[in-house]
């Protein structure tokens, strides 16, 4: 009975991150796990995947944080992105590297696009 609570908590998703964020922190896993697809300020400003909106462009849409805070539960993320605690339908694909993640990470990732927006 337990277990069935747990899972009913757990396979919720969106989790939106709630806590306050290191900006820094989360701008070495944007580096770290990011980049490949997303250009980063001032570490690949031209690189990512051309199809793929940069943090700083992700800050012009009105509700970028709330995207931000549940970036794991939008396409394409759902398909790699293995958050801690969080169950997730999709099984990992073959061709996609796997991206894990704690909840705190999201915090940070959420704190550091922050700081990209211009004041
Ligand atoms: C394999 C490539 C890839 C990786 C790796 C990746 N993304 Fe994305 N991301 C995309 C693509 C493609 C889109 C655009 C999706 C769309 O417009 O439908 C996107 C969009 C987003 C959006 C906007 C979502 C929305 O619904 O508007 C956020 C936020 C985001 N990514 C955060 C991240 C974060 C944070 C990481 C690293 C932890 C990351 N992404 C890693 C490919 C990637």
Redesign the pocket.
Known sequence: MTGMVAFLVLSHAPLPAQAEGDAVAGRS??IK??S???AVPRHNPRGG?G???S?KV?TY?AD?VE??QT?YD????RA??RLEGLEQSAPDAAY?QP?R?RVEDVDH?VAY?KSLESK
């Open positions: 896993l944007a796990h990011c490949r697809c997303h995947i199809s793929t909106p943090f992700l849409i970028y995207r931000m970036f939008r396409r394409p993320h790699f992105v996609a991206i993640l990732l696009i």
